[in-house]
């Protein structure tokens, strides 16, 4: 595998602005992540880089802690 293949893509102006709303309207992460083909992780860190409130990060983050413990994933 190269290097491209290896990294996310480059997030676009469009992007950004289509979170924002998102976020906004109260859209739930799954289906922000669906809409954006990103996964959780990618939003968290695009959010934090955008400057998005911190109450958005704090309900993602248990969001992702809730479905590790319901599959038993620990990591």
């Known amino acids: 595998m190269n290097e491209v293949t290896l990294r996310a893509s480059r997030w676009t102006k469009r992007e950004d602005e289509l ?3 998102l976020v906004d309207a109260g859209t739930p992460v799954k289906s ?7 996964s959780e992780p990618e939003l968290r ?3 934090y880089y955008i ?3 911190m109450k ?3 309900q993602t983050a248990h969001l992702m802690l809730r479905r590790r413990s ?3 994933n620990s990591s």
């Open 56 to 58: 958005w990060f704090k």
């Open 32 to 38: 922000i992540c669906e809409t954006l083909n990103r």
């Open 70 to 72: 319901a599959t038993g």
């Open 51 to 53: 400057g998005l409130p």
């Open 45 to 47: 860190r695009r959010g």
């Open 19 to 21: 979170l924002r709303e």
